[in-house]
């Protein structure tokens, strides 16, 4: 089974930046897309960047402008480059990747705090 494994968070101030990995334990397969999302506290986790395997984006109007998503397969790691953060974003992050027939694999996320 593939594990995730992500690093990169931690405290920043807001308007700094931040960059996420999150690394495969092997290489994936029969990709379908691969995200990031966010939980806050008392918050539903929220998608903030999906990457199909066609190269297809998608990020909400919060994120958009501000995260970019991107993967290198030759590390098996994809990342998430965060410019202008805000107290907002203060969350776990988590990645996730759909392969196969619809296999999701989570990875255990990494704390993002942003101070004001």
């Known amino acids: 089974q593939v594990q995730l494994v992500e690093s990169g968070g931690g405290l920043v101030q807001a308007g700094g930046s931040l960059r996420l990995s999150c690394t495969a334990s092997?290489?994936?397969?029969?990709?379908?897309?691969m995200g990031w999302y966010r939980q806050a506290p008392g918050k539903q986790r929220e998608l903030v960047a999906r990457?199909?395997?066609?190269?297809?984006?998608n990020y909400p109007d919060s994120v958009k402008g501000r995260f970019t998503i991107s993967r290198d397969s030759a590390k098996n790691t994809m990342y998430l480059q965060m410019n202008t953060l805000k107290p907002e974003d203060t969350a776990i992050y988590y990645c996730?990747?759909?392969?196969?027939?619809?296999?999701?694999?989570w990875g255990q996320g990494t704390l993002v705090t942003v101070s004001s």
């Open positions: 996730n990747v759909v392969f196969g027939i619809s296999t999701i694999v």
């Open positions: 092997s290489r994936i397969f029969s990709l379908i897309a």
């Open positions: 990457l199909s395997s066609s190269g297809i984006t």
